[in-house]
């Protein structure tokens, strides 16, 4: 029977390696792709962060201090992360496995299986704290002019933050399981880190950090972090580490006792996490089995209760409930309406004064990027909800519904809500950049065009590829047909925005000329490929789903 | 009721179903035996509309389920082998849906669906997420939907997999009594003890050809087993019965 650390590596590691090997080319390429996009985190930050620093360490006098300074902003907002993402982990790991009845069921102890959730917690949400250490690191190096010891230090410095994070965490989590549903306790977490997230990106924008480039603004924040007295107290472990990593090597025996005074308190706690808390896991767990005794329940929205039954309610009401309750949609939902607040508001602090070209000039591009914000609405809600709905589609399709009607509920139920965003976001664009004549008419053709083409694309895609293997959104989202539906939307916003750059040029041209003479390929040759363009996107995406209704008898 | 006529299915060179030729009358229960793999559910699939013939029609109440699918929908009530249903609809709002689709009034959707699910035993699991259901709760509630609109011909695919006695019981007693009322009831079973006493003809398909069709004694006669049981009948229509001696 293995120990808790054998577990870790037999049901974690082991499968993880094993999955790793025998997966395809299609896999290890997204794995690549993975991997690279976070080095590419990394490079970033690591870019934005080092001339920061750097200035910041130039300050004469109290360079140090204002590095010092912000070094423990930094590990304090890690280290509340680290405890917050642990608290979701270890409620979702302890409490929600599936394989927590396989092991408790049977004679295996079940401290060993907590251990082993305990340190697969603190593993899982140690990469955050890398992720952004590591190149604030590799920044401070360079700012400090330190050498790689130095670097390998700080590396191994922070390390007693996970253990004392994941303690900390594990403490509420087993409390608030004793008494209350810990599928409320998972979804008030991810609402709460939801609304933070959302919360933060809204401030950050506000602040706009990348004004810190400007060498007057950078020199005020300088003054005013030198000015700013933190609490820095003893008792906390983000001081601990931050004392570890700036005395080395200067005052090398002082950044030992710091370290060594963060390991003995993370050890510390977690052996009397794991002696307190361990023998005490089966009692909370099978008090929880008990009070999840009661399933999710269908309490239908009040609004839908009050629209009458008929064909088109009763699939476009099935088609609301089915969007409302996948899973994790919801905190999805929350990002994207801070993507548009963000988008809304940068679109409004764009320094375009009267200069009429530059306007004319970024129109078209602003179009683009309202549209992408359509295709990321379009991809993560209405194509995984026609995606992950075939299993019961036999109730529809055995009822008196023909195949038109079903599909063009479907299409609607989609075109609408796109529709509505997009003109809402025109609605945003419009006073900003005042478009006229032929650029005002492509605006209003793509603002309102658009989302009735990514409405077809992503539903009758969606059903022509839908999923059987699975129930979950992220899947049909990350899976090749959601990345190629994603694909084909950024071409066909992207096709029609080119196709109408030769009449805009060719209006600006004749508003220059005084001789009203029209080149009428401008417009006959972008026109015919244009409605070509939408008569593909509005037909092939049905056709398809036809095909496969047909072939498959859905 | 239900008329099929040279009914053929084909997946690419694979002929699923071969020419079927059937005849089921009111006040029927047919069940439709035959190995894994004979096209009993394919057969089903396209009585249903849920499928379309490579050739050959289906007549539902007379009228041709290739023409006018709708119209012949209207007074089918289907149950599929799995009953995979919406799982994140409740109960009551999958027997709404079902309802809604087949033009019934809100009014008669709560007192029908509520007799139903007072009859299968799931009045407690109303309001609960079909996710959440077992699979043999989930059989009785497509059954329900399959009833709400009072069909007159009843399809099956295997409606007894998942059930407890009980519930076994219950249903086999419902077909019964549909039959009874006038209503033609067409399923697929593996049981042969249940098709036995249930059903009142039987056909027996085996490569997509029906090779024996009619009441239990004229098949029993057919297969030259006058005195033998429907198991022995079947292996020997069907060819299972040299599996054993060669084994």
Not at chain 2, 179 to 202: K, M, P, Q, Y
Request: charged fraction near 15%; aromatic fraction near 12%; include cysteine.
């Amino acid at each position: 029977m293995p120990g808790s650390l054998g577990l870790l590596a037999r049901v974690w590691i082991q499968p993880a390696w094993s999955t790793l090997r025998r997966s395809g080319l299609g896999e290890r390429v997204r794995l690549l792709v993975f991997a690279l996009s976070g080095l590419a985190f990394i490079g970033l930050l690591y870019g934005l962060l080092k001339p920061v620093l750097v200035f910041f360490a130039s300050q004469p006098e109290i360079g140090s201090l204002l590095v010092d300074k912000l070094i423990y902003l930094v590990f304090s907002f890690l280290f509340g992360a680290l405890a917050f993402s642990a608290m979701i982990g270890l409620n979702g790991r302890l409490f929600r496995s599936d394989d927590a009845a396989l092991f408790l069921g049977t004679s295996y102890p079940a401290c060993d299986y907590f251990t082993f959730r305990y340190w697969q917690a603190c593993v899982a949400t140690g990469w955050m704290l890398f992720l952004f250490w590591l190149p604030l690191l590799l920044a401070l190096r360079h700012a400090r002019g330190a050498g790689w010891g130095w670097f390998f230090w700080g590396l191994v410095a922070p390390l007693p933050l996970l253990p004392l994070a994941t303690s900390l965490a594990l403490l509420p989590v087993m409390l608030v399981a004793r008494w209350f549903p810990t599928r409320l306790f998972q979804r008030g977490l991810l609402g709460f880190g939801a609304l933070l997230a959302v919360s933060l990106v809204t401030l950050l924008r506000w602040i706009q950090p990348e004004r810190l480039s400007q060498p007057k603004n950078a020199v005020s924040a300088a003054e005013f972090l030198a000015q700013w007295a933190l609490p820095t107290p003893d008792w906390s472990p983000a001081a601990w580490v931050v004392r570890a990593v700036s005395y080395f090597p200067e005052r090398m025996a002082e950044a030992w006792i710091w370290f060594a005074v963060a390991c003995f308190v993370a050890a510390l706690l977690t052996w009397a996490c794991l002696r307190v808390l361990g023998p005490r896991f089966l009692d909370t767990w099978l008090r929880q089995q008990d009070r999840m005794g009661g399933p999710a329940r269908g309490g239908q929205p009040w609004l839908l209760n009050r629209v009458p039954r008929s064909v088109w309610s009763a699939l476009l009401r099935r088609d609301i409930l089915a969007l409302a309750r996948q899973k994790g949609q919801g905190l999805q939902a929350l990002f994207l309406s801070a993507l548009i607040l963000v988008y809304i508001f940068n679109l409004q602090r764009l320094p375009l004064g009267d200069d009429e070209g530059l306007k004319g000039m970024l129109f078209l591009p602003s179009c683009v990027f309202s549209q992408l914000i359509v295709i990321a609405v379009a991809a993560r809600f209405v194509f995984p909800t026609q995606s992950l709905d075939l299993k019961g589609i036999w109730l529809i399709q055995s009822a008196p519904v023909s195949r038109g009607q079903f599909l063009l509920a479907r299409y609607v139920f989609a075109a609408l809500p796109l529709t509505l965003l997009s003109v809402c976001l025109g609605a945003f664009a419009w006073p900003v950049f005042h478009p006229q004549g032929v650029s005002a008419l492509a605006g209003a053709l793509i603002y309102i065009g658009a989302p009735l083409g990514l409405a077809s694309l992503n539903a009758g895609l969606g059903i022509a590829w839908a999923r059987q293997d699975t129930i979950q959104a992220e899947d049909a989202i990350t899976g090749p047909s959601g990345v190629l539906v994603m694909g084909l939307s950024f071409v066909y916003v992207l096709a029609q925005v080119v196709l109408w750059v030769p009449p805009i040029r060719e209006a600006y041209r004749l508003s220059l000329s005084s001789r009203f003479q029209i080149q009428w390929w401008a417009w006959v040759a972008p026109g015919l490929l244009w409605m070509a363009l939408h008569g593909w996107a509005l037909v092939w995406p049905w056709r398809r789903a036809v095909r496969r209704m047909q072939n498959e008898g859905l | 009721m239900i008329q099929l006529k040279g009914l053929i299915k084909e997946y690419g060179r694979f002929r699923a179903v071969d020419g079927l030729d059937l005849d089921v009358a009111a006040g029927q229960v047919y069940g439709f035996l035959g190995p894994n793999g004979a096209g009993k559910t394919t057969t089903i699939r396209m009585i249903t509309g849920l499928l379309r013939p490579s050739a050959g029609q289906v007549l539902v109440h007379g009228i041709d389920m290739g023409f006018e699918p709708e119209k012949a929908k209207t007074n089918l009530g289907f149950v599929p082998d799995r009953p995979e249903l919406f799982s994140y609809l409740s109960v009551i709002e999958t027997l709404r849906l079902v309802g809604g689709l087949r033009g019934l009034s809100d009014q008669l959707i709560e007192t029908r669906g509520a007799e139903w699910l007072r009859t299968f035993d799931l009045e407690a699991w109303r309001d609960e997420r079909v996710g959440q259901l077992s699979h043999g709760m989930r059989q009785k509630l497509s059954l329900a939907c399959a009833l709400l609109h009072q069909p007159s011909v009843l399809v099956l695919d295997e409606p007894m997999v998942g059930l407890d006695p009980k519930g076994s019981r219950q249903v086999k007693d419902l077909l019964r009594g549909l039959a009874a009322e006038g209503r033609t009831v067409f399923l697929s079973i593996h049981t042969l003890e249940i098709a036995e006493v249930l059903c009142d003809r039987l056909g027996i398909l085996l490569g997509g050809r029906l090779v024996a069709e009619g009441t239990v004694a004229q098949i029993r006669e057919r297969a030259g087993l006058s005195g033998g049981d429907l198991e022995s009948v079947f292996l020997r229509l069907t060819g299972g019965e040299r599996h054993p001696q060669g084994a």
